[in-house]
């Protein structure tokens, strides 16, 4: 690629970075960045209806740039169709999952708001609908995605990352 996409999609596994390196990839490009969560949850942790969801992200994608943390199934749809690039974080499950440990843990105790200011808790933390067991359950199924998409992609441009060192040096290079 030539010259910088002006709509990008960052995809992982639960605690790769998606929204970290979304809002550096923005920071460097001046691209808009957009929280899927901010999209998706609404205070007390209650999600926003689906079909809520997909009109808020047919609005984000009809804007001529931007960057976006992730691209839920039920809208990844409508994500794919103006993407031009995917950033895949294709990472090992240790690195992600304790990442994820590690920013679980601060953000309870810290109580330091996610999105429309919802905080985690130790509690939340082991529940039925934990983040932790979501990472378990969506891992294999995120990664062989990933893999499927760099091997053929669906439609646009797709880099598969595989390290945090080779996506600094990928982050760079925009």
Not at 35 to 58: F, H, K, N
Request: hydrophobic residues 40%; aromatic residues 8%; proline residues 6%.
């Amino acid at each position: 690629m030539t010259s910088t996409p002006d709509r990008i999609v960052v995809y992982g596994v639960t605690g790769s970075g998606k929204s970290t390196l979304a809002a550096a990839i923005a920071a460097r490009t001046g691209l808009p960045y957009v929280s899927a969560d901010d999209l998706s949850w609404q205070p007390g942790w209650v999600p926003v209806p689906d079909a809520e969801q997909r009109r808020r992200i047919t609005e984000v994608c009809a804007g001529e740039r931007w960057v976006l943390d992730a691209a839920y199934g039920k809208w990844r749809d409508i994500v794919f169709a103006r993407t031009q690039l995917v950033v895949g974080l294709d990472y090992p499950r240790r690195l992600s999952l304790s990442r994820l440990l590690r920013r679980t843990v601060a953000r309870a105790v810290t109580r330091k708001p996610v999105c429309n200011g919802n905080v985690e808790s130790l509690r939340q933390m082991f529940s039925a609908d934990s983040i932790i067991r979501w990472h378990f359950a969506s891992f294999a199924v995120t990664r062989a995605r990933i893999r499927a998409w760099a091997a053929e992609s669906p439609g646009p441009e797709i880099v598969r990352l595989t390290s945090p060192r080779e996506t600094r040096r990928w982050l760079a290079t925009l």
